[in-house]
């Protein structure tokens, strides 16, 4: 085993720190030698992430046109262009290349997720090098550096922390810890979780407080955000329903294609037919049958999709990832900053025996603090100011505003006592200056409080104000106050009753002390706040739900989704916030421990019946979404961390934060919230469901007029007559009617309820039973309707072009009238609006225009063999055409009438 398999294979936290030292050759006062240094670079290369190399840019263009779709399109742009049709055949080659393009220019953004990670990583350090300090980039540290850390530094590699003095590490773009790590030096056990590694502190985090040293154990790829870039590059990114849908459409339809052009060419041959005419009429056949308009209907209206969900606060970045939020089953979701503001709030306050809550979220200071069980008015008491008093001024904090968002500069926990002092009316400014800051003992883990010493106690004393664990406060006090200030015997059982019932809901809880000194000096020491202090209460905090976390959950439900939250949080915490924003059963909370000895059909059990995970680690996110998905759900994913990056890419759709978050969590993900609120997302569902009912209105209007034209060439086949429509004129219908007809429908408005029903289940086809029988029965009359006219017209001595074009007006007249059919699914058009599209409207206009033109017009006759037509084969074409539309309105009532009796 050479040295870095060594390295890879130690569990660095359980080592003691000399045995690291030992194990790296390196020194904790002098660090390595220059020459060593140098040597070890050579020897494990830069401290940087690198890219792993994929398919090259031709083969991911290439790769676009690897589709059954495309190749029916291909197909038909060569059939077109040799008929010498080349408009026709560029505007399809057109579409094919458009379609290929924006594949290629979403896969590229992919990429940019690996580049994002190697940026986390750039960084500067100081390091020890032969016992002299210096500051290099932190792309040549090695392993065995010994790194000096303070407040404010981004942590360059993986250490094995030596030394530490009050370090704290925030830690939750990586495990979703909410607040702040305290890091110590001493080891841990073998088996300790990844987020409760203490001793360790990791590549890319964040130093808020104290000073560190610890030695390098891990560089690059090799370190925890390497190996989650190693995840991203390793996940397979799932396909959309509809393009898996899609994709099986396709296939079907091109061996049908192929198929019933075979039989033609087949049958005409054997009724003596000569060949090319033969070859012309599976022209015609394979023209018809292809819906040329489909992948543009489909890009246009999941473009629209995108610009409506944008105006909700929702980017797409992935066109598909539209159509798939319509589909979502289960929806993923961390918790800090997701569910969750990500700033700390206290909650509720105890004070002189009265409990407190605190109204407000975050860091904004607004809000009031009103008395449990009291009047809805603010809550004023001589304790309850001391109180927030200590938690103001036992502070390093500070709160600040920037572009009209309220943030902390400091410890989020602090942060969150400045914020309530605030809300308890009290003045950042005024309390300060009235008592003048003297000296401080800052929070050690040995001792467990903070403390602060001011002037202007009584008779010329000075005030010491502590905060701290509940338990180390309380062996230093043995008074209290009551309601109005007066010192009153400490009741500890009492307090700690309050406590636990604090911490049940989930809240960090801190308690408060003052105690006054005559000492002399300016100087606070430990013994001078070791005992007599009076105890001032507690305040109890968490990282709260967002308040449309709560309503969105509940519209979810409603929809038939199931919302779970997975985080790398306390198992408490989880709970407790699982709790207020109405999750399913949010006591069972299973974490990351009890994951790890799950074998694969355990997991999806407890996948499918779990609605919260604690202490979850990057691995396992990625193994929940994919056991989920195993299920047949479509997962959308959302988080905001370096962490939440690989799920993000498996998930059928990752949702990340625009503010809050990481630029991996974004490049990762399909779609970014702007206003980083979890409701968004059901309104990007909402917006999803209407494009996916669009597509099926779409999908259901074309398919009718490509089985009727494949229908008439056959039937003239068979029949042994001239076709009543040419290849020519079928790519007229098809090109035109798809753009001013159906792709009208891409702006059809959502219908009312459409949140009140269940998502689409993954396993259920495109177009349902009843679907494709409406589709068979319209093509049906478009056959009856074409073909008997075209007959009609003959034998009343009209040319063969006349005849063919009243064919050609039949096909388009019954689509005009079919499309006001399909402006809904279930009801009828009236029931919706008739004039609550005014695209359609727009778009049968240009129709007839065109229909006019292509009818009378000399020049169209000539190059599209028309012919003028007369009134009376108008009012023929027309009735046809309603007949069409009175078929499908009859078939929708009698089936609502059918359901309603149900």
């Known amino acids: 085993m050479d040295m870095m398999e060594s390295l890879i294979a130690k569990h660095w936290h359980h080592l003691p720190t000399d045995e690291a030292l030992d194990l790296l050759d390196s020194d904790k006062d002098k660090g390595l030698d220059v020459s060593e240094a140098e040597r070890r670079r050579k020897q494990f290369g830069p401290n940087v992430i690198t890219a792993k190399k994929g398919q090259s840019a031709i083969a991911r263009l290439l790769l676009q046109f690897h589709q059954p779709l495309i190749y029916i399109m291909i197909a038909a742009g060569v059939i077109t262009a040799s008929l010498q049709e080349w ?43 032969a016992g002299d300090k210096r500051r290099i980039s932190a792309v040549g540290l090695v392993p065995g550096d010994v790194v000096l850390l303070q407040s404010g530094d981004k942590v360059p590699a993986d250490m094995r922390l030596i030394q530490t003095r009050n370090v ?78 899609i994709a099986d459409f396709s296939n079907v339809l091109l061996y049908v294609i192929l198929g019933l052009a075979g039989i033609t060419f087949a049958v005409g041959l054997i009724r003596g037919e000569s060949a090319f005419n033969m070859f012309m009429a599976s022209v015609a056949l394979s023209v018809g049958a292809i819906p ?122 602090e942060g969150a006592l400045i914020v309530s002092a605030i809300k308890g009316g009290l003045s950042y400014d005024a309390v300060r200056a009235e008592l003048p800051h003297v000296d401080t003992i800052p929070f050690e883990s040995q001792h467990r409080y903070m403390a602060s010493l001011y002037e202007g106690g009584p008779d010329n004393t000075k005030v010491a104000y502590l905060k701290g664990s509940v338990e180390a406060i309380l062996d230093r006090c043995v008074w209290t ?73 509940r519209n979810c439900r409603t929809a038939g989704i199931h919302v779970k939250m997975i985080t790398g949080d306390h198992a408490l915490t989880a709970s407790a916030i699982a709790k207020q924003i109405g999750l399913e059963n949010p006591s069972n909370v299973v974490t990351g421990k009890d994951l790890t000895g799950l074998s694969d059909p355990e997991l999806i059990e407890t996948a499918g019946k779990t609605s919260v995970f604690a202490r979850v680690s ?94 008439v060439v056959l039937a003239a086949i068979f029949a042994g007559v001239t076709l009543p429509i040419e290849p020519v004129q079928i790519l007229w219908i098809n090109m035109t009617t798809a753009v001013l007809l159906g792709l009208m429908l891409a702006f059809e408005p959502k219908e009312p309820g459409i949140m009140t029903r269940p998502p689409r289940s993954p396993k259920a086809p495109i177009l349902t039973r009843e679907l494709i029988w409406r589709i068979f029965s319209v093509s049906a ?90 009134l009376e084969a108008w009012a023929r074409i027309l009735a046809v055409a309603t007949i069409a539309f009175l078929v499908v309105g009859v078939e929708k009532w009698l089936r609502q009438r059918i359901v309603k009796r149900r």
């Open 781 to 870: 009359l478009m056959l009856i309707g074409s073909f008997g006219l075209f007959r009609w017209e003959l034998m009343r001595g009209a040319s063969i072009a006349e005849a063919r074009t009243v064919a050609v007006n039949v096909f388009v007249m019954v689509e005009i009238f079919y499309l006001f059919n399909c402006r809904s699914l279930t009801k009828s058009v009236l029931d919706i609006g008739l004039f609550s599209n005014p695209w359609v409207w727009a778009g049968v206009g240009g129709m007839l225009v065109l229909q006019a033109l292509y009818t009378y017009l000399p020049a169209m006759n000539l190059m599209f063999h028309s012919a003028p037509i007369s």
């Open 292 to 413: 040329e308009g489909l992948p543009a209907a489909m890009t246009i209206t999941l473009a629209i999709g995108v610009a409506r969900m944008a105006k909700r606060r929702a980017i797409i970045r992935k066109l598909t990832a539209v159509e798939t939020l319509g589909s979502t089953t289960v929806i993923c979701s961390d918790k800090t900053g997701t569910l969750t503001e990500n700033e700390m709030t206290v909650r509720e306050i105890m004070a002189g025996g009265e409990r407190f809550e605190v109204s407000g979220q975050g860091y904004a200071p607004s809000g009031r603090i009103i008395k449990q069980g009291g009047p809805d008015v603010p809550a004023r008491s001589t304790a309850l100011t001391e109180c927030l008093k200590a938690g103001l001024l036992c502070n390093d904090s500070l709160l600040l505003e920037k572009d009209g968002r309220w943030g902390i500069h400091g410890d989020p926990t």
């Open 481 to 553: 106050l009551d309601a109005a200030g007066r010192l009153i015997e400490l009741d500890r059982v009492t307090i700690h009753n309050n406590m636990e019932e604090m911490a049940g809901q989930g809240l960090r809880v801190l308690a408060f002390a003052k105690g006054h000194l005559n000492n002399g000096t300016n100087a606070l020491n430990h013994v001078d706040v070791a005992s007599d202090l009076v105890f001032l209460g507690m305040q109890g905090m968490i990282d709260p739900p967002r308040a449309e976390s709560v309503v969105a959950i």
């Open 87 to 129: 408009v026709d055949a560029g505007v399809i080659f057109g579409v094919v290349l458009v379609n290929a393009t924006i594949g290629f220019i979403q896969e590229s953004k992919a990429v940019k997720a690996m580049e994002a990670l190697a940026r986390t990583m750039t960084t500067e350090a100081t390091v020890l090098r």
């Open 168 to 245: 704290q590490i925030d830690e939750s773009a990586l495990t979703g810890e909410s607040v702040p790590v305290e890091k110590k030096p001493e080891p841990l056990g073998r088996d300790t979780p990844l987020a409760d590694r203490k001793n360790i502190a990791y590549a890319s985090t964040l130093v808020t407080y104290g000073l560190g040293r610890g030695v390098v154990v891990a560089i690059g790829d090799n370190t925890e955000v390497g190996r989650i870039s190693q995840l991203i590059a390793s996940t397979e990114e799932m396909q959309t329903p509809l393009t898996r849908k």
């Open 618 to 711: 990057p691995e396992q996110k990625l193994r929940l979404v994919e056991a989920i998905q195993s299920r047949g759900n479509i997962v959308a994913m959302t988080g905001d961390g370096v962490n939440d990056a690989p799920a993000l890419k498996r998930a059928d759709i990752g949702v990340a934060m625009g503010v809050t978050g990481t630029d991996v969590a974004k490049e990762a993900a399909s779609m970014v919230l702007t206003d980083d609120n979890f409701a968004s997302i059901e309104a990007a569902v909402e917006e999803g469901r209407g494009v996916f009912d669009n597509l099926t209105k779409f999908i259901i209007w074309t398919l009718p007029t490509n089985i009727g034209e494949g229908l």
